[in-house]
């Protein structure tokens, strides 16, 4: 057993099946031995032990499996534990099939039984939905059929004996190429919700900003968060509904709209600062800085004070450093990197818009403190590894409008939806939501 091959089979945040040993020789001796000592020997006890030994052999190999099963980790409860079993033997009589279309029976009984890869298998029910990852051994025999893309219709075709609407999605391979990864997800759920009305945005609201049915966060967790996307990708949209949702929730807010989008048609009010002029925005920013070291400083005074909540929205964040001279682009990053690094402390939340996520635009040590990353729409590896650089799983979004990847406080990425919107948020928020005490 080669040193890549020794840690995939001995890694232990997915369970683990341990090696099944080609037995099939020593058992087939084993057995032709107790037949003949059973038919030489007329003793009934004897015969009688015999025989009950000759039936164990052949169920060495259940014997075996029961065993391996048994040493399955990982397991949150016995619900999960049964059902990562089932996964498994679904899995398991799909490989064995696969390889026996291409194995003659006398290549199979010369050579013996097919030596099945490991099979670690993660998923649970929760949230009545399944969630989890199937990771495969890659060994000679079963390479290529894992490598084929036709071999993630027939795993769906297992997974459905399963549950309904339990599927794979495409392959990729493991960092040191000795696995295949295949991610599941459940097909059988829709997790976009929907805002229709004030009144349903207020339902979804509570504390928290729920995203969808599987994703949302707290800005005092998270504490600051980038949305990138395309053009169409929903970006505008998904910040317009977190600055609904934030004023829902009594925050003061500070937007910075440089291509006087939809956001500077929001009002300004005692709530809702707004600025679209390249002067304005440097201005607001500087007040808002101004601001955020006066609350530090009574902070400092009063530690037992209750903190109000702040979000500052920068959207088009590359227009705006585009706008402005070098060195108001020098210090536009100076203040977001104060926003960002004593803003955690004193719930002053940053909250950054732009089509492209590179260094160039977002300094690193600003992103490092991103709690929220989100990317909508078909990205850019380039992009992909800025927003998620220790992100070892692809996930690839479709192109369906408002549909992305995330990851909240370092979680590995992850597919989701966006709300879908039938209500024009910027008038809801100036009609209804600066009412709003």
Same mark, same amino acid.
């Given at each position: 057993?080669?040193?890549?091959?020794?840690?995939?089979?001995?890694?232990?945040?997915?369970?683990?099946?341990?090696?099944?040993?080609?037995?099939?020789?020593?058992?087939?001796?084993?057995?032709?031995?107790?037949?003949?000592?059973?038919?030489? +020997?007329?003793?009934?006890?004897?015969?009688?032990?015999?025989?009950?030994?000759?039936?164990?052999?052949?169920?060495?190999?259940?014997?075996?499996?029961?065993?391996?099963?048994?040493?399955?980790?990982?397991?949150?409860?016995?619900?999960?534990?049964?059902?990562?079993?089932?996964?498994?033997? @679904?899995?398991?009589?799909?490989?064995?099939?696969?390889?026996?279309?291409?194995?003659?029976?006398?290549?199979?009984?010369?050579?013996?039984?097919?030596?099945?890869?490991?099979?670690?298998?993660?998923?649970?029910?929760?949230?009545?939905?399944?969630?989890?990852?199937?990771?495969?051994?890659?060994?000679?025999?079963?390479?290529?059929?894992?490598?084929?893309?036709?071999?993630?219709?027939?795993?769906?075709?297992?997974?459905?004996?399963?549950?309904?609407?339990?599927?794979?999605?495409?392959?990729?391979?493991?960092?040191?190429?000795?696995?295949?990864?295949?991610?599941?997800?459940?097909?059988?759920?829709?997790?976009?919700?929907?805002?229709?009305?004030?009144?349903?945005?207020?339902?979804?609201?509570?504390?928290?900003?729920?995203?969808?049915?599987?994703?949302?966060?707290?800005?005092? $967790?998270?504490?600051?968060?980038?949305?990138?996307?395309?053009?169409?990708?929903?970006?505008?949209?998904?910040?317009?509904?977190?600055?609904?949702? %934030?004023?829902?929730?009594?925050?003061?807010?500070?937007?910075?709209?440089?291509?006087?989008?939809?956001?500077?048609?929001?009002?300004?009010?005692?709530?809702?600062?707004?600025?679209?002029?390249?002067?304005?925005?440097?201005?607001?920013?500087?007040?808002?800085?101004?601001?955020?070291?006066?609350?530090?400083?009574?902070?400092?005074?009063?530690?037992?004070?209750?903190?109000?909540?702040?979000?500052?929205?920068?959207?088009?964040?590359?227009?705006?450093?585009?706008?402005?001279?070098?060195?108001?682009?020098?210090?536009?990053?100076?203040?977001?990197?104060?926003?960002?690094?004593?803003?955690?402390?004193?719930?002053?939340?940053?909250?950054?818009?732009?089509? @492209?996520?590179? %260094?160039?635009?977002?300094?690193?040590?600003?992103?490092?403190?991103?709690?929220?990353?989100?990317?909508?729409?078909?990205?850019?590896?380039? %992009?992909?590894?800025?927003?998620?650089?220790?992100?070892?799983?692809?996930?690839?979004?479709?192109?369906?409008?408002?549909?992305?990847?995330?990851?909240?406080?370092?979680?590995?990425?992850? $597919? +989701?939806?966006?709300?879908?919107?039938?209500?024009?948020?910027?008038?809801?928020?100036?009609?209804?939501?600066?009412?709003?005490?």
């Amino acid at each position: 057993m080669n040193t890549k091959t020794n840690q995939f089979r001995h890694r232990k945040k997915i369970i683990i099946e341990p090696e099944i040993v080609n037995h099939v020789n020593y058992k087939l001796l084993i057995e032709m031995g107790l037949i003949l000592w059973t038919v030489l +020997f007329s003793s009934g006890l004897l015969r009688f032990m015999g025989i009950a030994l000759i039936l164990v052999t052949f169920q060495f190999n259940y014997i075996l499996n029961w065993i391996e099963e048994l040493q399955l980790k990982n397991c949150h409860s016995v619900k999960d534990l049964a059902l990562r079993m089932i996964v498994c033997y @679904q899995i398991k009589n799909l490989l064995v099939e696969e390889a026996e279309k291409e194995r003659a029976l006398w290549n199979l009984a010369v050579n013996g039984r097919i030596l099945i890869p490991f099979v670690n298998v993660y998923i649970a029910y929760e949230n009545h939905r399944f969630k989890g990852k199937v990771e495969i051994e890659l060994t000679h025999t079963f390479t290529q059929m894992l490598s084929d893309d036709l071999f993630v219709n027939q795993l769906n075709s297992a997974l459905q004996n399963v549950a309904e609407g339990l599927r794979a999605k495409s392959h990729e391979f493991n960092k040191t190429g000795n696995s295949v990864i295949f991610e599941l997800e459940d097909t059988t759920i829709d997790d976009q919700i929907e805002i229709s009305s004030v009144n349903n945005l207020i339902n979804v609201g509570g504390g928290g900003v729920v995203l969808d049915a599987s994703h949302e966060f707290d800005w005092n $967790k998270i504490h600051h968060g980038i949305v990138s996307g395309v053009t169409g990708a929903g970006k505008s949209t998904l910040i317009e509904y977190m600055v609904a949702n %934030a004023m829902l929730n009594d925050y003061e807010i500070v937007i910075i709209d440089p291509k006087q989008s939809d956001l500077s048609l929001i009002k300004n009010s005692q709530k809702v600062k707004v600025a679209w002029e390249c002067e304005d925005i440097m201005q607001l920013l500087e007040d808002t800085l101004a601001e955020m070291k006066e609350v530090q400083r009574s902070y400092h005074q009063n530690p037992e004070g209750k903190l109000k909540q702040h979000l500052i929205v920068i959207d088009e964040l590359a227009a705006l450093k585009a706008m402005v001279n070098k060195e108001q682009q020098k210090r536009l990053d100076e203040i977001m990197k104060q926003i960002a690094l004593l803003g955690r402390q004193l719930k002053f939340h940053l909250l950054l818009g732009m089509q @492209q996520a590179n %260094a160039n635009n977002v300094p690193t040590e600003i992103r490092e403190q991103m709690g929220l990353r989100v990317l909508l729409g078909n990205s850019t590896e380039a %992009a992909r590894k800025f927003l998620f650089p220790d992100d070892d799983i692809q996930v690839e979004s479709e192109n369906k409008l408002g549909q992305g990847i995330l990851s909240i406080n370092g979680s590995v990425a992850e $597919k +989701f939806q966006a709300p879908l919107i039938k209500v024009n948020l910027i008038e809801l928020i100036n009609e209804k939501l600066l009412k709003v005490k």
